[in-house]
């Protein structure tokens, strides 16, 4: 079997990439060992425990895709990096290198999925030039869109149980303000009792909580928390703290009026998922017990009328 020129360089260009590659990766390893080992020493000054350097694979996977998007961070921040730290935001994750770790995720996925689904079969013979070429552009395409597909599956999943959580947080906020515990004093309780039924939910209080005490209100501190997480139950709560702080009006019978309007919106979310459950299952119903269905109650018919005309 010949080889053409085109085939040469595409192989060629493959091959110059994947070594690349390979040379970045041994050059940002030794890299980062010695900033890992800097950063641990300097975590540890202020305690007694020893200082013993972290081998956890995942903080190296993860301080080696920081390295991967430091490439295809922008030099100056636009609207595209803007939107995807509030994406970052919505999806609970406040680390400060968590942009880097999803562009080096996403430029390591565009490399190597070309590689194993285009350059390997290629080169082992299972598929031509042509094919192999489709398939490294389809693997791509693929891996651009799987850390966007990723975020957003987490953002859904993150507002669905903030969403679920919020009504039983203002109906304990209600409890505690009639008790005469003080709104600042029950932000602190919430987050002790939601902690293991609600652990987003409670993650966001104490959020609240610090900024509470660094000189902001109950009501400035949880539009703050409408404006990370992107929900309207969180923004009519903190319009509602806000407005009764601002007029001076009753916070308790507020509160308990809203709780009870979210409670009510709840249940008709719930009974819409119900309503939409018996169409939802009409198309699996369709495809896979009707078949069967009809092969076990037409299958003898079908075999004796196929022996009748054999005779």
């Not at 730290?85 to 609970?92: D, V």
């Not at 505690?176 to 409670?202: F, N, Q």
């Not at 699996?284 to 109650?297: E, K, Q, S, Y």
Request: with cysteine; hydrophobic share 50%.
């Amino acid at each position: 079997m010949t080889i053409t020129n085109t085939e040469l360089f595409s192989m060629l260009a493959y091959l110059g990439v994947a070594l690349l590659v390979i040379i970045h990766f041994s050059l940002s390893s030794k890299i980062f060992n010695s900033q890992r080992r800097a950063i641990a020493r300097l975590r540890n000054l202020g305690s007694d425990v020893p200082d013993v350097p972290s081998t956890s694979l995942v903080e190296f996977f993860r301080g080696l895709l920081r390295k991967f998007g430091n490439i295809m961070m922008p030099q100056e921040e636009n609207r595209s990096v803007a939107e995807l730290k509030a994406t970052f935001l919505r999806a609970g994750i406040y680390e400060s290198n968590a942009l880097r770790v999803y562009m080096g995720a996403k430029l390591l996925l565009m490399v190597l999925l070309p590689i194993l689904c285009g350059v390997v079969p290629y080169a082992l013979g299972v598929i031509s030039l042509l094919h192999a070429m489709n398939a490294s552009l389809v693997a791509a395409l693929v891996g651009m869109a799987l850390p966007k597909t990723w975020l957003q599956h987490r953002v859904k999943r993150r507002q669905r149980a903030l969403r679920y959580a919020l009504p039983d947080a203002i109906d304990m906020l209600v409890l505690c303000l009639e008790g005469g515990i003080s709104l600042t004093a029950t932000i602190v309780r919430l987050t002790t009792e939601l902690r293991g039924v609600h652990p987003a939910l409670a993650g966001e209080m104490m959020i609240i909580h610090r900024e509470v005490q660094l000189g902001q209100t109950v009501g400035q501190a949880l539009q703050s928390f409408a404006d990370r997480c992107d929900l309207k139950g969180v923004g009519d709560l903190a319009s509602v703290l806000l407005q009764s702080e601002r007029i001076g009006a009753s916070v308790v019978q507020a509160l308990r009026t809203h709780a009870d309007c979210c409670r009510v919106e709840r249940q008709q979310n719930a009974e819409e998922m119900a309503q939409k459950a018996a169409v939802k299952v009409i198309f699996p119903t369709l495809l896979c017990i009707f078949p069967a269905v009809f092969i076990v109650l037409l299958g003898p018919a079908a075999l004796q009328i196929m022996k009748l005309f054999d005779k």
